[in-house]
């Protein structure tokens, strides 16, 4: 087989009028005429580059009015290539990525259609390509909805009825921009040439069995018929074969003995396989493809009293943070996907949740490796069309997320529907489409949990919690409120914004001038945004099990430059509430339970192995005083919580720090509290101060 990449010498039009293809467009005759008052159209141009039109062409493409007409009108991408003579005489296309709907025609003859922004898609080419030059063009939309939902005139948001399965666009709510929704074509086209048959995909799906053996099964799709393949297994860190077999129809059912379980980090080694499946021809080997793999077990016990995920039979306290890196994929790298991966590690992140979208292969690749837990959201948010007309289109993107991602072993569970409306949460739930959405996860992806509509905790086929206590839910409510907390089981998002300090908004003059920041107001609010993470975080890690099976921080980092969330902000430096999730997120902790008063201190053990030493406790007045010190001997088992002792030894203003130490002195936590006890206030008017040009919160 013989791939050849295009990644260069595209052209592109917009049809503003909507009409290219009523004139002729497609017709490959129709190039000598193009622009012309006959045909009313713009003239092809030369494309820069391959990635989202607003990145391309805008110097700022991140929020204003401005960007709304790349989403106003079609357009079209025409590209001239060469096939060498002595080509196979087979030949399918394939194009890597196109946001959102794109339609292709080969010399003048439509080769399909194809809905969805992240996945890779072919057509067989038939008696379409031709030896010598070729003409592809390529219809890419990516459309605004205009239907208004119910609820959508509130003043935080808007709120449209969606049509497409793209959970990041169209936010306008402190998280994204009213005007901004991704459109392009931003991966290479490619086309592979064959002599005999081709594997076009294959679905794989892995699970321990008894006594140490793995269950590996296999479905190979080939372009042509069947032929037969082989399958190879390796172990990936060493290279060594361990298993070996061969189909005559490209089914694969296998027990393989010895393998070792895939873990996550901080409870052993994320054990990783090579699947290599070789199609042979004429005693050569004509097509090979890898798949990374792993054997694990993820169950996500829901009653009305717990929500508790098992790796491996064993119970695992998710400690996470919800990922959306940028709107724009093509703007993502595999560089930025590690630092931001490793950062969660050192920070002590267990488990990560992809917002709302789906990211670049490379992340996956790279969680896998880490040990990195995965929740895997659908781009379905909030309000959308649930009508039968367009079920078939959910399942078609739900199914390309699923066939996509099911084989790696960090991906823990599957998210259907973010926050689905309040209304109609549940026939969304119950009757369309979160039945038909879990049944065919199940079908593709056996043994991978589904939570159907996050953040609707007393659905047992749910079973997870979002909470913006003394945030987002109003500037009457503070983080000491525990009444919603103590309900919660599985909380999957909480947190609340902050920007950068003034001067690293210094080099982005439009969003400093409508922030109108001092330096001293940004520090109250780097400290509210601060204290709240730390005391929601330490709050949930406390009930442990008790009520809650774990939590996940939102958002690791800005995916723009007006969007606050982050522990990071849009150019990855860290904000100070990055120092807060270091200090009571690691696998092992130490804390201080307070509000107001000091309450008592406790020990922390998410690892797998008992913790034996002593607790160090020094309060410091702010004259420099000592007010209290202690040593307390301390013993924790592997995977608790437990509390040490009553400790109210804390004045108004001091600093209190917090140290675990081994029984032979090695320091195992630390923590410390600056006047624990004097909490700062909501912010007056957050968070329903916007500015809806940019997407952006205004805290006064």
Request: proline content about 6%; hydrophobic content about 35%; charged content about 25%.
């Amino acid at each position: 087989m013989v791939t050849i990449k295009y990644d260069r010498n595209y052209e592109i039009l917009q049809d503003v009028l909507g009409n290219a293809e009523k004139r002729g467009i497609t017709d490959p005759g129709f190039l000598a005429t193009v622009g012309s008052i006959r045909h009313n159209l713009s003239d092809f141009e030369p494309l820069p580059r391959l990635a989202h039109l607003q990145l391309v062409y805008e110097k700022q493409p991140y929020y204003g009015r401005h960007l709304r007409f790349y989403n106003q009108a079609p357009w079209w991408y025409r590209l001239k290539f060469e096939v060498p003579e002595d080509a196979p005489p087979h030949a399918v296309l394939r194009i890597g990525a196109a946001d959102y709907y794109a339609e292709v025609w080969l010399n003048g003859i439509r080769l399909g259609a194809h809905e969805g922004y992240f996945k890779a898609f072919e057509f067989p080419c038939g008696e379409a390509i031709r030896r010598g030059e070729n003409l592809l063009l390529i219809k890419v939309s990516s459309p605004w909805d205009e239907e208004r939902c119910l609820g959508g005139e509130e003043p935080r948001c808007v709120k449209v009825v969606r049509h497409m399965m793209k959970g990041t666009y169209e936010h306008a709510d402190s998280f994204g921009c009213r005007d901004l929704n991704p459109v392009g074509l931003w991966k290479p086209v490619e086309v592979d040439f064959y002599e005999r048959n081709r594997i076009s995909e294959i679905h794989v799906t892995t699970e321990p069995g008894e006594n140490g053996e793995g269950i590996f099964k296999a479905d190979v799709t080939f372009d042509r018929g069947i032929s037969p393949v082989r399958l190879r297994l390796s172990e990936k860190k060493t290279g060594k074969c361990i298993f070996t077999a061969q189909s005559d129809s490209g089914h694969f059912d296998c027990r393989i003995d010895g393998i070792r379980l895939w873990q996550a980090r901080e409870r052993g080694e994320p054990a990783l396989y090579t699947a290599t499946f070789e199609l042979p021809e004429d005693g050569r080997v004509v097509q090979r493809v890898e798949k990374t793999v792993g054997f694990r077990r993820v169950e996500l016990i829901r009653t009305a009293e717990k929500t508790e995920l098992y790796l491996n039979g064993q119970r695992f306290f998710i400690r996470g943070t919800s990922y959306l890196p940028s709107f724009y994929l093509s703007e993502i790298s595999p560089a930025r996907l590690k630092r931001d991966l490793e950062e969660m590690l050192a920070l002590g992140m267990n488990t990560v949740r992809v917002h709302v979208h789906v990211q670049i292969p490379e992340f996956y690749e790279l969680c896998d490796e880490m040990g990195l837990l995965v929740i895997q959201d659908s781009d379905l948010n909030w309000t959308f069309d649930d009508s039968e007309e367009f079920l078939p289109h959910i399942l078609d993107v739900w199914g390309q997320m699923l066939t996509m991602l099911g084989h790696h072993p960090c991906i823990a569970a599957w998210g259907a529907i973010n926050e689905p409306n309040e209304v109609l949460a549940d026939r969304y739930l119950n009757t369309l489409p979160g039945p038909q959405m879990e049944a065919l996860a199940q079908k593709l992806c056996p043994g991978i949990p589904v939570i159907r509509g996050s953040g609707t905790m007393q659905d047992l086929h749910t079973g997870d919690s979002h909470n913006y206590t003394g945030s987002l839910a109003g500037a009457h409510t503070h983080y000491l409120d525990g009444s919603y907390r103590s309900a919660e089981k599985l909380n999957t998002e909480f947190g609340v914004d902050c920007p950068p300090s003034p001067h690293d908004m210094a080099d982005l003059p439009e969003l400093s001038r409508r922030l109108a920041m001092t330096e001293e107001h940004w520090q109250r609010l780097a400290d509210y945004q601060y204290r709240l993470v730390k005391y929601f975080t330490e709050d949930y890690r406390i009930r442990k099990y008790r009520n809650i099976g774990g939590y996940m921080q939102f958002l690791f980092s800005d995916p723009l430059p007006q969007t606050f969330y982050g522990l990071y902000d849009f150019r990855g430096l860290p904000k100070p509430v990055a120092d807060a999730v270091r200090e009571s997120n690691q696998p092992i902790a130490v804390i201080l339970r307070h509000d107001t008063e000091a309450k008592d201190l406790w020990v922390i053990n998410d690892t797998t192995a008992a913790v034996s030493g002593s607790l160090y406790v020094c309060v410091t007045e702010e004259e420099g005083r000592v007010a209290a010190e202690r040593r307390i001997p301390v013993t924790v088992g592997s995977d608790s919580a437990v509390r040490v002792c009553d400790f109210s030894e804390v004045p108004e203003r001091c600093l209190v720090l917090l140290r675990l130490l081994s029984e032979k002195e090695e320091l195992l936590a630390e923590n410390h509290y600056r006047n624990p006890l004097l909490h700062p206030a909501h912010p007056e008017g957050h968070p329903f101060n916007l500015d809806c040009e940019y997407g952006m919160p205004l805290y006064r």
